[in-house]
């Protein structure tokens, strides 16, 4: 029997998904919201993190999977929800850990095969995703770079930014010029649109 913990912000989503996987035989599938996911994990032990990276919570994802995997003492492989649109969604997915990626354009059949590969620990990548996965490796940013400009999305100013990651405020002014040419934006908000709407933050 496979466990399944189905972490998703939208309750409706969240059920639908949950009621379907749960016909299966072989898995036995919980839902969570993003803020409940570790204890709820903890109790289920899964074997699967199933996740939406476009939620709202997905910010966290890299914590949440540490957390889970600390909090269970397994190793649950990751399967992301994604679409090839954000690209940075993907790059922050891979760089979490993630075994799957299924597109949300797919059907729940791929859906499913993707459970059952990385649950035996196989890669499971959907091929409509390839595309997303290209412009995710040529992110221009460094780490660095978009943690100033996650803070900087936040409304933070430059001098929050600079006490925050223990910079000067020069040093944040350099980076926020760095970003503005990388994403060819035309001033801060505009290079924060962009970002965004890539998934880099």
């Not at 797919?106 to 595309?131: M, N, T, W, Y």
Request: hydrophobic share 45%.
């Amino acid at each position: 029997m496979i466990r399944v913990l189905l972490v998703h912000d939208s309750c409706l989503m969240r059920s639908a998904l949950t009621a379907l996987l749960g016909r299966e035989d072989d898995l036995e599938v919980s839902g969570s919201s993003w803020r409940a996911a570790v204890g709820q994990g903890s109790t289920l032990r899964p074997h699967v993190c199933v996740v939406d990276v476009e939620c709202t919570g997905a910010a966290m994802l890299g914590p949440l999977i540490g957390l889970v995997r600390r909090a269970t003492g397994s190793a649950a492989a990751l399967l992301v929800l994604a679409t090839g649109t954000r690209p940075g969604l993907l790059r922050r997915a891979f760089d979490a850990g993630a075994l799957g990626y299924v597109s949300k354009d797919a059907g729940p059949q791929r859906l499913l095969d993707g459970i059952r590969k990385v649950a035996a620990g196989e890669r499971f990548v959907d091929e409509s995703l390839a595309f997303g996965f290209l412009q995710a490796a040529e992110m221009p940013l460094t780490s660095r770079e978009l943690s100033v400009l996650r803070l900087a999305a936040e409304g933070a100013t430059i001098a929050e930014i600079a006490r925050n990651l223990h910079l000067s405020n020069g040093t944040v002014r350099n980076y926020m010029s760095a970003i503005t040419r990388k994403t060819g934006a035309r001033n801060r908000v505009d290079a924060i649109r962009i970002s965004q709407h890539a998934g880099w933050v």
